[in-house]
């Protein structure tokens, strides 16, 4: 966006708030992104304040109550030990959300760090960092996943580390191609040529300037892992049970498929819900940053 | 053209031995022993340090750690994956059993993916922002967030159990009953290939919207050249080539399905032999999977690649 910011002040017209505004007109004009944005903010709320909101514990054993059909007391039913399915899907929203922002974050530090060495200094640093990153992506991430789970156990902790460690050579790549355009640009060689160190260089200049890039991929891979993370749990290796997460609930219901489908059916939509509203807004970013668009939409 | 593939090919055998690398590193760094390659971790506990030390030097595992990996490396050649710690059963004569009805499974759905994906896209860019288009794309979205272990557990609620149309689960080899593994394998393969399809139709329309949009495009419509003529000579020739770089991604995102959708259809493939084996901590096991899973895409990406270079000469100038 810096780049864009001098382009225009080169026109002289003010720059900041047309870009700005540019951007909201672009990502706030589709229906799909401002719906995204609410159902994001709904389910941070329903995590954040799960105590709050969620009618019931979604620990407590109600053995009067078992597997009972949506009604007004329990609006979307109760499991087979008589727990609400409602209050367990919000504290669900917790566990997809911790695991999809800790993941990304931690991923996405990796592999933008490595990315940039890779992209700035290039040579044997580079080809070692990439060839690095070509072998954990020839390894499929569910694979990656299972195997690093097989070593460690289930736990929050461990599905961070073994999700995460797939995400980094996504980043990584998409961090090289972009420093290797930034580096020739006129302000990093004008910022050489004035004596900065190449520490500075990247920090200050380089790194900034990737940011947009950096955002829209670290929205879409919170729906890729918040989806990974459900099909962890759905295959046992995930959160470990009672601590309810969306992907071991649907496993829960799959032997009560014919007494109670919502107990499945209800953590699936709640997870395309997120993860679509994730994907939308992860699009809206991209079409509203890039700025080989700017001036068509 | 030489050099790229040579470069591509270099490329490719180095991953190769990184991956053999990773694997056996992670595996020696076992929270633990790597004893527990060879027997199980409850009878590591009852045996008595003299036997553990006995079996440590039997299996060579008292070595250095670069005469250990060469040793293993191998085996790994001549195919010896080593011996499952739960059954007992040889590595590689268990995944040569279970491999061919994943990629039976897996290959079913990659064609089905590039047959509906293309088409979809295609359509969808050439009639951008009419219903076919917003039908198509809304479809792709969805098709892309779907978890695809709780579409195989609805599809089985209402075809299996409420309905009674198709079998609830099981597998059946082709070549013994050709209709009822048909029937077994419908909800799979449309799982399995659920995620690709919306992937490849995304792909297909955003390349085909680049392609349409390019000069050359507009030449072959000016010449007065008709409607199926641009589409299919001049837009859809060079819009295919960047859908190709899908195969390998395709295959990856498959791969991974395999393991949950093994899972719910009980499919005795590599999928669920990797479940079991993570569920038992049945490392040999593990990493035969791993290792041969990763090949499989390496490999390929490589193809994939070599003929990406072939198609468009410029991308060897990259």
């Known amino acids: 966006m810096v780049e864009g910011i001098g382009i225009s002040s080169e026109n002289e017209t003010p720059p900041r708030v047309s870009e700005l505004r540019r951007f909201s007109r672009v990502f706030l004009g589709r229906g799909l992104v401002v719906f995204g944005m609410i159902v994001i903010l709904i389910f941070l709320i329903l995590a954040i304040f799960a105590n709050q909101i969620a009618p019931y514990d979604p620990l407590k054993r109600n053995l009067d109550e078992v597997l009972q059909q949506p009604n007004a007391k329990h609006l979307l039913g109760t499991d087979q030990i008589g727990r609400d399915t409602l209050s367990r899907l919000i504290h669900g929203a917790r566990i997809s959300l911790i695991v999809g922002v800790m993941v990304v974050t931690i991923a996405g530090g990796f592999g933008v760090v490595l990315g940039a060495i890779s992209g700035y200094f290039g040579g044997v640093i580079g080809a070692i960092i990439m060839r690095l990153m070509d072998t954990l992506m020839t390894i499929p991430m569910m694979i990656l996943a299972l195997a690093i789970s097989a070593l460690l156990g289930g736990g929050l902790k461990n599905v961070v580390i073994a999700l995460g460690v797939g995400l980094i050579p996504g980043y990584a790549r998409m961090m090289t191609s972009q420093v290797l355009v930034a580096k020739e640009t006129d302000y990093v060689m004008a910022g050489r040529s004035m004596g900065a160190t190449n520490a500075r260089l990247l920090i200050r200049h380089i790194v900034p300037n990737c940011f947009s890039p950096i955002l829209v991929m670290v929205t879409m891979m919170m729906g890729t892992t918040i989806l990974a993370e459900a099909g962890l749990s759905f295959i046992g290796i995930g959160i470990t049970p009672p601590t309810p997460a969306w992907g071991s609930m649907v496993t829960d219901g799959r032997n009560f498929l014919l007494s109670n489908p919502m107990l499945s059916i209800a953590p699936g939509v709640a997870i395309m819900l997120l993860v679509f509203s994730f994907n939308m807004v992860g699009d809206g970013l991209r079409d509203a940053l890039d700025p080989r668009l700017r001036g068509i939409i | ?318």
């Open chain 2, 1 to 318: 053209m030489t050099t790229y593939i040579i470069r591509r090919l270099i490329q490719s055998v180095i991953v190769f031995f990184l991956i053999t690398i990773l694997v056996f590193l992670v595996m020696r760094l076992l929270p633990g022993d790597p004893i527990y390659m060879i027997i199980s971790k409850a009878a590591s506990e009852t045996a008595t340090e003299m036997q553990l030390d006995k079996i440590r030097h039997e299996y060579g595992l008292d070595r250095n750690m670069a005469v250990q990996y060469l040793d293993w490396l191998g085996g790994v050649f001549r195919g010896d994956f080593g011996v499952s710690i739960l059954t007992n059963m040889d590595v590689r004569e268990e995944i040569f059993r279970r491999l061919p009805r994943t990629l039976h499974l897996g290959i079913l759905a990659l064609i089905f993916s590039f047959f509906l994906g293309i088409p979809a896209g295609v359509i969808s860019a050439v009639r951008r922002g009419t219903w076919i288009d917003t039908i198509v794309t809304s479809l792709a979205n969805i098709g892309i967030t779907i978890p695809v272990f709780w579409l195989a557990v609805v599809l089985m609620y209402a075809f299996a159990l409420k309905l009674h149309w198709l079998p609830v689960f099981g597998y059946t080899s082709p070549f013994t009953d050709f209709w009822e593994n048909t029937r077994q394998i419908i909800m799979p393969v449309f799982c399995l290939a659920v995620t690709t399809i919306a992937g490849v139709a995304r792909q297909a329309r955003s390349s085909m919207l680049e392609v349409m949009s390019q000069d050359y495009v507009r030449t072959a419509w000016s010449k007065g050249l008709s409607e199926r003529r641009v589409i299919f000579k001049h837009g859809l020739k060079n819009g295919l080539i960047p859908i190709m770089v899908f195969l390998g991604l395709g295959l990856s995102v498959i791969v991974g399905g395999s393991v949950l959708i093994e899972t719910v259809f009980a499919i005795p493939g590599m999928g669920m032999l990797a479940v079991t084996a993570m569920g038992n901590s049945d490392y040999p096991v593990i990493q035969g999977v791993v290792l041969v899973f990763a090949i499989m895409v390496l490999m390929t990406n490589l193809l994939v690649d070599l003929s990406y270079g072939w198609l468009d000469p410029r991308v060897q100038y990259r």
